[in-house]
């Protein structure tokens, strides 16, 4: 049987030549090829008109992890790293364009549900401990920073991982503020961060995007399930 090509968003970076380099995690790879996919590398580009191209080209859909957004009409924060520009162009693009293929299914991982939010108009705290809660949610040292999160019962998260309580690791210090058009939250942290965002209307169409790391935490249940459900869904 084919496994479903699966493509992965990149960050830009530049090495000791100054020419520009497009990279991914491995995990990201790992944990669409022990779900069952074939992982393709997908290098942001100079013109995001060019994300049409991609139509057709693949079974799935991962925006990945990564650096900050630089957040529109906000000034800026100290604690902000934004990321290349061209990757923020190109991933936005990618994502709009994305959202009207009906055929794809999309899967969002930390940066990549803050993207959501942000592409669908929403927009985001800049650096949650501003906010003063009860929860770290950046990982300050090489171990997982671990927290409990809430999913909504009767929503495709709490379908996949079991509606309640379970343990994610969180890795960011950016996070969903004002909710974006035609979204809902379907998890929380007990300080109210959201952990996760669904389409308001649920559809047979897979779009889930999660706040923490599930591809670092495989061995853990439930986070395979989530790269499980969303293969199974680019298989069909």
Do not use: K
């Not at 309580?165 to 942290?189: K, M, P, T």
């Amino acid at each position: 049987m084919t496994r479903p090509r699966i493509g992965l968003t990149a960050n830009v970076r530049q090495n000791e030549f100054r020419e520009r380099e497009f990279v991914c995690n491995g995990f990201y790879f790992a944990a669409v090829r022990a779900a069952g996919g074939e992982p393709v590398l997908i290098a942001p580009e100079d013109d995001p008109g060019r994300v049409g191209e991609w139509r057709g080209a693949l079974d799935g859909l991962v925006f990945t992890g990564g650096p900050d957004l630089a957040l529109p009409g906000q000034p800026p924060h100290p604690e902000v790293q934004p990321m290349h520009p061209q990757r923020q162009g190109w991933d936005l693009a990618l994502l709009e364009a994305a959202l009207a293929w009906p055929e794809l299914p999309l899967l969002g991982i930390c940066l990549g549900c803050q993207e959501l939010n942000v592409a669908c108009g929403g927009s985001l705290f800049p650096h949650l401990p501003d906010l003063g809660g009860g929860i770290e949610h950046r990982r300050l040292g090489q171990g997982e920073q671990w927290h409990p999160a809430t999913a909504l019962a009767g929503s495709r998260l709490a379908g996949i991982v079991g509606s309640g309580e379970i343990q994610v690791n969180s890795s960011h210090h950016q996070a969903v503020d004002r909710l974006g058009r035609g979204l809902r939250v379907v998890a929380w942290a007990p300080d109210g961060t959201v952990e996760a965002l669904e389409p308001a209307q649920p559809s047979p169409r897979f779009v889930l995007a999660v706040q923490w790391h599930p591809e670092r935490v495989l061995d853990h249940a439930p986070h395979l399930d989530i790269f499980h459900a969303f293969l199974n869904a680019a298989r069909e």
